[in-house]
């Protein structure tokens, strides 16, 4: 018999050299002549924007205010600079708390696709970063892409097996031209906190910082696609979570800008409306979404940084899947501990001494002079404000917000994920509003079965309450 068809592949095909998973973070501070010239032209198709918003705005008010024309100018002057402001945009839509209402309610925009870039481009990406044609890679390649973003955009193909893919590829040059625009933005935050009230108070300058590691991580497509085949590997760990999946990886599809990965077929979680008979069911999904997540960030590690609408999905066959792990987190150890301490006291058993006592073991609040009962006591009672009287108003990112808040006063570093994890379940309980009313995320058992499983078992027997299977 004739030897089967050997069909190219890529540089990850035999597995992923150590040195391709490495993240090189460049030093932000550098400002030379090319950061210059980028903050000359920032400065003027910012502050362009921003006046001709002003000067439109008494012709076409249309119940907006001033705040609001010189914010949608803001934001037509980010779009102008490209993907680096386009994401800066969309940091401020996704932490609007932290904003002035206008601005964060014009970042929207932000969110949305943004214009795509040619297809011979396309190509050109992923011929350099495997090595071959498209043409000798793929049996089918789609030029007309499926979604374009910031960083990336997502074309259709399919592999000379059958299976149907979609491609992730970055934008060409992508890396040195968010560089320079980072460095710039950095040192245009340095000057302008001095004279800015609210930037300094929004300590602008540690937001460039957080942006520019994250984009630089995200920059690296190795590492992309090795957190969503961990993660995916994870969902399984349990064998409860049938209902949920993460696309599998085809790695030898995958090089440094690209990532190859199965097709889903589906809708955006925000485009899902259940109708009236259905309400249990897209109650579930939310509720197996949650379960995983959770289960990713208190036992397994590595967690989702951001899970908007876009990317969770209804699937066709009734699954939710996870898309898209460019911005992941990893809460140090020391923080899942009293994570999970605190929660299992206000799900559970209300047992803050624990709580107390995983904090003094980890070896923070020793100057405290009150036994573990009295710490315990003091940690829920700054809780009670969230808690309150109605344990069904309770929102787990404000628990988390105040964690924050008393890892001060513990002496416990803060860590960035902390905060991102918050808002992620921020994210969650919005969706639980729309698609879950009633369900709270604090409440359910469902969701820590996996975490504290005999407690949890025992909690239920106790009320009488059957949880799901999967």
Request: a negative charge.
């Amino acid at each position: 018999m004739p030897e089967p068809t050997r069909h190219p592949v890529g540089p990850y095909a035999s597995g992923v050299p150590s040195d391709a998973l490495y993240v090189r973070i460049p030093e932000l501070e550098r400002f030379g002549l090319a950061q210059l010239w980028r903050s000359a032209v920032i400065a003027v198709v910012l502050s362009t924007s921003i006046m001709l918003a002003l000067i439109v705005w008494p012709f076409r008010k249309d119940g907006r205010t001033w705040a609001d024309a010189a914010s949608d100018g803001l934001v037509d002057g980010f779009i102008r600079l490209g993907p680096t402001f386009v994401k800066l945009g969309q940091l401020v839509a996704s932490s609007s708390g932290l904003f002035p209402a206008p601005v964060a309610n014009a970042c929207l925009r932000c969110l949305d696709d943004v214009p795509p870039f040619p297809a011979d481009q396309a190509r050109s990406v992923v011929e350099s970063d495997l090595g071959h044609s498209v043409e000798e890679l793929f049996a089918d390649f789609d030029d007309v892409p499926l979604a374009a973003a910031s960083v990336a955009q997502v074309h259709a193909c399919v592999l000379h097996d059958g299976r149907e893919a979609v491609i992730k590829i970055q934008r060409p040059h992508i890396y040195a031209r968010m560089l320079i625009d980072l460095r710039a933005a950095y040192w245009g935050a340095n000057i302008l906190e001095k004279f800015v009230e609210f930037l300094r108070i929004a300590n602008a300058t540690a937001i460039i910082r957080d942006l520019h590691n994250a984009t630089m991580t995200e920059l690296n497509s190795a590492v992309e696609a090795d957190r969503q085949t961990t993660f995916r590997d994870n969902i399984g760990a349990f064998g409860d979570n049938t209902g949920v999946t993460t696309p599998e990886v085809y790695w030898d599809y995958c090089g440094p800008h690209v990532v190859c990965m199965e097709r889903m077929r589906g809708v955006p979680l925000d485009r899902f409306v259940a109708v009236a008979d259905e309400t249990d069911e897209a109650s579930m999904l939310v509720r197996r979404g949650v379960k995983v997540w959770l289960e990713s960030v208190i036992v397994h590690g590595p967690f989702h940084g951001d899970v908007h609408a876009g990317n969770l999905w209804v699937l066709d066959d009734g699954r939710i899947a996870i898309l898209d792990f460019g911005i992941v987190g990893v809460l140090p150890q020391t923080w899942r501990t009293i994570l999970t301490d605190m929660m299992r006291a206000t799900l559970i058993d209300g047992d803050f001494a624990r709580v107390a006592r995983g904090i003094r073991a980890l070896g923070y609040a020793t100057d405290y002079e009150v036994d573990d009962q009295q710490l315990g006591l003091q940690v829920a009672g700054a809780l009670a404000p969230i808690l309150g009287r109605d344990l069904g108003e309770l929102r787990l990112s404000a628990l988390i917000m105040a964690l924050v808040h008393l890892g001060k006063q513990w002496g416990v570093a803060s860590p960035e994920e902390l905060v991102l994890f918050g808002k992620q379940l921020g994210y969650f309980e919005r969706y639980a509003t729309a698609l879950a009313p009633g369900w709270v995320i604090g409440q359910d058992l469902y969701l820590f079965k996996n975490i504290f499983p005999d407690a949890v078992k025992a909690k239920a027997e106790e009320l009488g309450i059957k949880l799901p299977d999967q």
